[in-house]
Structures are given as C-alpha cells and as structure tokens.
C-alpha cells in the first residue's frame, strides 16, 4: 500500500470511528488533523486519549506504547482497532478498564 493510500485509508478509519461514538454518545468528537506529525493520538474523548488503527496486521502493543507516549497524568490510552470485516475493538489497561467499572451503577 502506498503512503497515500494508507494514510487516506487510516482517516477514513478515524472518520468511521468518530461517527460511531458521536452516534452513540450523541456528542460532536472530532478527528485531530496533524497528529501524524506529533505522534498524537487520533482522538481525544474526555481524559481518553485514543489511537486508531485500521490493519490488517495487528501490532497492539506498538500502538499501546504510541498512545502511552502522549497521555499527560490522569489520561487513559486507549487503543481502537479494525481488521476487514470485524467490528471495531478497544484495548485498555486493565486498571483503566477497573477505574471505568467502578464508576458505574452495577448491581452485583
């Protein structure tokens, strides 16, 4: 793929992403325009900092490193990524995901 391929074809992931959670969250996230020259997440939702990824070829920790990298004290990495013909997916650490569980009105 060339670099302009794959770069368009990474912006329309952020673009199918953001129109996701703006659907569901009823909110108006945009993509951030330049982030590929300051090694940037892609997406900025609240204090969750998120990096979109549309591969085929999965390297999640690379990207959970990449993410990692600009988070500021008190931001949550988060990785979104799609293969073809999957639905989308998040990783986060674990005591991310703990924090985000135990802000929730659960009846266990």
Known sequence: MTGRTSRNKGAGAEREFTAIVNAALGTKVARKLG???EGGDDVQ???YRIEVKRRETLSIMAWCRQVEAC?????VPVVAFRQNSQEWRCVLKLNDL?????GLDLCL
Not at 71 to 75: H, K, L
Not at 98 to 102: E, R, V
């Open 71 to 75: 988070c500021a004290e008190g931001e």
């Open 35 to 37: 982030q590929a020259r």
């Open 98 to 102: 703990l924090t985000l569980i135990k």
């Open 45 to 47: 939702l609240g204090n």
